[in-house]
């Protein structure tokens, strides 16, 4: 274990078809965690990913086990050529539960099914078209609150992401975000966009996700973590598998303190990052968040390779 490295896991957003193509080509243990995933999900991931389309693999409930899949398999291949491991995880809005397989708390399996139900729920929370989410760049939070809190008399709007410094996604109902927006456009934000996304993921409107999401996690068997994580709701380690638990059905409806997440990692001695999955999102955020910090990332042959010599 490297005491100032840190692994990162992606969530929602990092997906594309062919991701990880050449890993998969080049090592078995890429495909055979796909086809793991693949027998609980009764459809073939690895061929979802490589030969489907964007918008297929963009339905919530597919892209968060796939995203989860994809994660782990590189964690597989990353602990398969002898890389260091991390000190301490942290991951992303669905990126954490590919951290707490990779820490050990719950088996992967269990894992792709719960991310499956959870994406559904999700998705079912809220009816199409009702939900809207926004990018607010170059406003500081607080204002971004005054914003939205002035736009709730059209409905719910919330600061959902704060991803980082002067970079926030809002999310809530449709009037009441695009009210939102033109309030920070008004406040001085430098841009402020609308994302493809049908559902406004950790609002309130995500508690009927949660609620039903609660007796499929509580049935899973969790185990202490091997590895530390940093989790979303409250940017803190916790230990105690109860807690854990709660945690991530409080996740579903909570804004994801990204920041909060990255300067904890710093602060308990990461120098390290390294972006567990496909995409290079996180990357860029932990540059704007700190830029002393290192990033790397490992969803093709070549970025793994320097990951790997430069960390060894």
Known sequence: MKNNLAFVFPGQGSQKIGMLKALGEAHAVVLDTFAEASSVLNYDVWKLVQDGTQDEINLTERTQPLLLTSSVAIWRLWESMQGPLPAQVAGHSLGEW??????????????????RARGAYMQDAVPAGVGAMAAIIGLDDEI??????????????????????????????????????????AMGAKRALSLPVSAPFHTSLMKPA???????????????????????????????????????????????RWVDCVIALRDRG????????????????SKRIDRELRSFATDDINSLENALSSLK
Do not use: W
């Open 98 to 115: 590919s951290a707490l397989v990779c820490a050990g708390v719950v088996d992967f399996s269990d894992a792709v099914s719960i991310v």
């Open 144 to 185: 971004i609150s005054t914003a939205c809190a002035e736009a709730q008399t059209l409905g719910v709007v919330a600061a959902v992401n704060y991803n980082a410094p002067g970079q926030v996604v809002i999310a809530g109902e449709v009037k009441a975000v695009d009210q939102a927006i033109s309030l920070c456009k």
């Open 210 to 256: 949660a609620e039903r999401l609660t007796a499929l996690v509580e049935s899973t068997v969790f185990s202490a973590p091997v590895i530390p994580v940093i989790h979303n709701v409250n940017g803190q380690v916790q230990a105690n598998t109860k807690i854990i638990k709660s945690l991530m059905i409080e996740q579903i409806y909570s804004p994801v």
């Open 270 to 285: 990461a120098e390290y990052l390294v972006e567990c999955g496909p995409g290079r999102v996180l990357n860029g955020l």
